[in-house]
Nanobody, 122 residues
């Protein structure tokens, strides 16, 4: 099994930056991809970004392309999400997740972190 721990959330002004981190432990060899999702109050959970463990292939939601960057550190079993040029609409709880195969849908992911709040003020 895989355990995931989110960290790095906080409050930032519009135009600022935050870096989120996700630490993975357990049977990480069985997971082929790590993803970031976010959920704002009253809205469905949406895909933000994903990366493969082995090859570093990445995918991003159109809403964050050019502003967010997903990266991995295989030695530390961590995945990060660098968020630049933040907008108020980025405000949400951000979750990291692990999947046994590549995917961009929440239902394709098997393990989830506890989430971390990101709040962007105007």
């Amino acid at each position: 099994q895989v355990q995931l721990v989110n960290s790095g959330g906080g409050l930032v002004q519009a135009g600022g930056s935050l870096r989120l981190s996700c630490a993975a432990s357990g049977r990480t060899f069985s997971s082929s991809a790590m993803g970031w999702f976010r959920q704002a109050p009253g809205k469905e959970r949406e895909f933000v970004a994903a990366i493969t463990w082995s090859g570093g292939y990445t995918a991003y939601a159109d809403s964050v392309k050019g502003r967010f960057t997903i990266s991995r550190d295989n030695a530390k079993n961590t995945v990060a999400l660098q968020m630049n040029s933040l907008k108020p609409e980025d405000t949400a709880v951000y979750y990291c997740a692990a999947a046994s195969s590549w995917g961009t849908l929440p239902e394709e992911y098997d393990y989830w972190g506890q989430g971390t709040q990101v709040t962007v003020s105007s």
